[in-house]
């Protein structure tokens, strides 16, 4: 069974960085795609980016590209999400996410964690 725990959320003011990681267990994960979406009070959720476990490549929403970045870790099958130069627009609950396959464009995910919580003060 897929298991999903992600941590690392918290307060931070606007500028400022955090790093989540997201702890994957129950299977191996190199022919899967993970991905960090994220749900801000009364909005859709939407995504962040993703990375391919194997190959390494990324993909990322506009938002966020050039400040957020996703790597992960074989040895601790753990994906993190760097997130610098935070702005208050990023306050959300951010998901971690699996899916098989290779693509890092397709935003169809069968596996979700639980969320972890970001807010940051203007």
């Not at 606007?14 to 795609?33: D, K, M, P, Q």
């Not at 194997?54 to 870790?73: C, E, Q, W």
Request: charged letters at 15%.
């Amino acid at each position: 069974q897929v298991q999903l725990v992600e941590s690392g959320g918290g307060l931070v003011q606007a500028g400022g960085s955090l790093r989540l990681s997201c702890a994957a267990s129950g299977r191996t994960f190199t022919s899967y795609v993970m991905g960090w979406f994220r749900q801000a009070p009364g909005k859709e959720r939407e995504f962040v980016g993703a990375i391919n476990w194997s190959a390494g490549n990324t993909n990322y929403a506009d938002s966020v590209r050039g400040r957020f970045t996703i790597s992960r870790d074989n040895a601790k099958n753990t994906v993190y999400l760097q997130m610098n130069s935070l702005r208050a627009e990023d306050t959300a609950v951010y998901y971690c996410a699996a899916r098989s396959g290779s693509s890092v464009y397709l935003r169809e995910y069968q596996y979700w964690g639980q969320g972890t919580q970001v807010a940051v003060s203007s």
